[in-house]
């Protein structure tokens, strides 16, 4: 068997979708997502795409880059993923390793990794240097069948609308997505203060429904909101759910969060799936209300390279 290692070229986009779908099965990927993805990187950021060919198949991928939006430097990101039908080949080893020495020739001194909560791939990790630092669940909630909560009554002063509403001037959608994004919790901290990167990586992603994602309005501000991804087909992902730190505890985000998964279900999805970090009780909760059912986990590793 030949085994290389290369960066992403279009026509990979196919077999890429492939590996990470059977990987990753509650992620949202798409063809398009994936040539997004490389095209509107951030030049700080150095990202790539790389691809594990097997005798001309592309069997295994990772998303690799440096942590450019943190305020610690020498932070970075990868993925690794290998189809389950190829696993034990060396792909892994090898795309882990070039995805290493790619950020560590940037300047990375630790290297941020998710690593699925089983018990080959978290031994994968540990031969490899990685430690485990935290927890995260993916949930799945059988749109077709679930019974989903009436629409919530909203507080007096409150309004239900969509992003699609915002197209003009998504900047109040930006001012609630960074106060939120700040509280999330996380190993790599996020500021999100750049409205035209957020525009360029956020707003603009190809999977954001629009018209399904629900803002709850409150005095010309957008307070609590959940921001939909699907794949156009079956499949719908809750990419980020918050409140504004003054109206949590009133049940907004329940609120957009109902009003989101009710009209994805007109719309013909059949499976929502939502991500949360372990330690995130109040979210926890609320999806499992809503009748979310835990369906994988993974946990967070870190290596130092110096």
């Not at 992403?8 to 492939?18: H, K, L, N, T």
């Not at 990187?41 to 790389?50: E, G, I, T």
């Not at 440096?66 to 932070?75: I, N, V």
């Not at 990685?130 to 669940?137: C, F, N, Q, T, W």
Request: include cysteine; glycine fraction near 8%.
């Amino acid at each position: 068997m030949t085994l290389i290692v290369r960066d992403f070229r279009p026509e990979d986009a196919p077999a890429v979708v492939r590996v990470r779908r059977a990987s990753v099965q509650a992620a949202v990927t798409t063809e398009e997502a994936l040539h997004f993805a490389v095209r509107s990187a951030h030049p700080a950021s150095k990202y790539r795409m790389l691809v594990a060919e097997a005798d001309g198949e592309v069997i295994g991928t990772s998303h690799v880059s440096l942590a450019y939006d943190s305020d610690e430097p020498g932070q970075a990101r990868l993925n690794p993923h290998v189809h389950p039908d190829h696993k034990g080949k060396g792909a892994g080893s090898a795309i882990l390793r070039a995805a290493e020495e790619h950020v560590a020739a940037q300047g990375a001194t630790s290297v941020f990794t998710w690593v699925n909560d089983e018990p080959a791939s978290l031994a994968f990790a540990a031969r490899r240097g990685y430690s485990p630092l935290r927890s995260a669940h993916f949930q799945r909630l059988d749109l077709a069948g679930a019974t989903l909560p009436e629409p919530l009554k909203l507080p007096a002063g409150c309004a239900l609308a969509t992003a699609a509403d915002f197209a003009g001037d998504p900047r109040p959608v930006f001012e609630a997505d960074a106060e939120a994004t700040s509280d999330e919790p996380g190993d790599v901290g996020t500021n999100l203060d750049d409205y035209e990167d957020w525009l360029n990586h956020t707003w603009h992603h190809p999977c954001l429904d629009h018209g399904l994602s629900t803002l709850v309005v409150a005095d010309g501000r957008i307070v609590a909101f959940t921001l939909a991804h699907t794949d156009g087909d079956t499949t719908y992902l809750s990419a980020m759910t918050g409140s504004l730190r003054d109206y949590r505890g009133r049940g907004l985000a329940k609120a957009a969060k109902t009003d989101s998964l009710r009209r994805a279900r007109a719309a013909g999805y059949t499976d929502a799936f939502t991500n949360n970090d372990a330690g995130n009780e109040p979210m926890l909760a609320v999806n499992t209300w809503f009748g979310y059912r835990i369906c994988a986990s993974e946990v967070r590793h870190v290596r130092e390279l110096t």
